[in-house]
């Protein structure tokens, strides 16, 4: 308890309904929160014995305006420990970037999510790993909306691709499982380019951010009067996508009452909305992701089985970025060349200590975490290529044994040598230099060979006889 007592939030706001959702959402895990009106009250606080007490700061950009990043660099001047996180409207990586060097932990856009918010929170500030969660920005930077921008060579990677690819072209339910942070969405969006509905509505639900007791509500719709608090009457997410693709994501979090409703409304192909007496027949695609199997979860009777079966038919499982580690230096150059087209940031490569560092963590957040990594790096870098000095972070928590940059591997993204210093096989370095091709160039065979210098067939015959199984 006296752990909580010293969790004091300073909210610099001056929106009274903002501050009053954002302190009721922090009292939820202990946090009492502290409100300012103006940059000057934030910084005379600072000097107070509340100030003192403080376990991070969230500040609504729109109270200093163009002068943020000032505030930002002030507070962290006065109380360099202090974790800041920015909350605004704008998604400008600029700002994001202007905000980080600043001395900014974090950079949230609204409406944030609650479950979001807390993890930054919690990211911020949890001191039994305080690196342990290495997202320090969840950066939005548009990417394309088809299969090519899907980067990785891996087998299960390029077989799911195949499967989704496939999938695309129909109409039936499908299911997408895979950790967070393992390009479900980014896949979903593919998808619907790829699919004849591609001109049609695209809507995504996600039920992790929906209160329980309202997902029925948000999904079905509901009449007016038909609860307590339905002042009017809404249409839900199934309707609103008639015609179109639904995605709900995180599936796995709706209750068991709804998923029956939702079972019987595929089956019959229609929705009846919460207190209404009719049901509206519905056209909709309907595309379920979960952070978790659901069979297990089937299992372990925390998931119906007729829900499953109505969306389980196809089933794509996006493999964790841990199982596919030979796709970290082509998703790393990938990330790198769209990271460098932002304003306030330059191309970047990257060396083979680094990428050597990179692949030998696990990833528990994958390619999001791995892409969020980079960022941080990117813009504090001062050369022209990322080194492993250029991600601390990883080195304290790998140890120092992974933070030795061997100088034979710092080239051109292959390794050549083994740990012991010896050359590696011929035939391993040529595997590692087709699947960085096929990375790089998005897994077109066609340009990957001529890039090689030999034929479409002779590729093939190599990807065969070197054990690499590629689905294009």
């Known amino acids: 308890m006296a752990e909580l007592e010293q969790r004091l939030l300073m909210l610099i706001d001056d929106e009274p309904a903002q501050c009053r959702l954002i302190a009721a959402l922090a009292a939820r895990e202990g946090w009492r929160t502290l409100v300012v009106r103006d940059s000057e009250s934030a910084i005379a606080t600072l000097g107070t014995r509340q100030g003192m007490q403080l376990s991070a700061i969230v500040l609504d950009q729109w109270v200093p305006g163009d002068d943020a990043c000032t505030l930002i660099a002030e507070l962290k001047s006065r109380r360099p420990a202090l974790p800041i996180l920015m909350l605004t409207t704008s998604a400008s990586p600029l700002l994001a970037v202007e905000a980080m060097r600043a001395g900014a932990t974090d950079y949230l ?8 918010l807390m993890q930054a929170l919690k990211a911020a500030t949890t ?4 690196r342990d969660e290495l997202q320090p920005l969840t950066e939005k930077i548009s990417a394309p909306l088809d299969f090519d921008a899907m980067i990785g060579a891996a087998p299960r990677f390029r077989a799911a691709l195949a499967v989704a690819a496939k999938a695309a072209r129909g109409h039936g339910p499908v299911l997408i499982e895979g950790e967070s942070g393992t390009g479900k969405e980014m896949l979903v969006r593919a998808m619907h380019a790829a699919s004849p509905r591609a001109k049609a509505p695209l ?27 339905a002042f009017d009457r809404q249409i839900g997410a199934i309707q609103h996508a008639d015609g179109g693709t639904l995605v709900l994501d995180e599936i796995d979090r709706m209750p068991d009452i709804v998923q029956q409703r939702l079972a019987e409304a595929i089956a019959r192909g229609d929705v009846r909305p919460v207190g209404a007496r009719h049901s509206f027949r519905v056209d909709v695609r309907l595309i379920a992701a979960s952070n978790f199997p659901l069979a297990e979860l089937v299992r372990a009777g925390e998931f119906i089985p007729e829900l499953y079966d109505a969306i389980g038919a196809t089933t794509i499982e996006l493999p964790a970025l841990r199982a596919r580690a030979g796709d970290i230096p082509a998703l790393s150059r990938h990330f790198l060349a769209r990271i460098g087209e932002q304003p306030g940031l330059r191309p970047l490569g ?10 030998a963590y696990d990833w528990p957040g994958n390619v999001r975490q791995l892409q969020a990594v980079l960022f941080r790096a990117a813009v504090f870098c001062d050369g022209d290529a990322l080194t492993a000095p250029d991600f601390p972070q990883l080195a304290s928590l790998l140890g120092e044994a992974n933070t030795v940059s061997d100088p034979h591997q710092e080239g051109v993204g292959v390794m050549l040598y083994t740990s012991d210093g010896n050359l590696r096989p011929l035939e391993d370095i040529e595997a590692d230099v087709i699947r ?25 015959r190599k990807l065969g006889d070197l054990g690499i199984d590629n689905v294009a």
């Open 203 to 229: 809507r995504i639900l996600n039920l992790a951010g929906i209160a329980a007791n309202t997902i029925e509500s948000a999904l079905f719709g509901h009449e007016k009067g038909a609860f307590p608090g």
């Open 350 to 359: 990257i060396t083979d200590g680094a990428l050597a560092l990179l692949g």
């Open 436 to 460: 960085l091709a096929i990375g790089h160039y998005r897994g077109r065979m066609t340009e990957v060979a001529r890039r090689l210098g030999i034929g479409r067939s002779t590729l093939y």
């Open 109 to 116: 856009v609204k409406p944030v999510a609650p479950d979001r």
């Open 127 to 130: 001191r039994e790993a305080p």
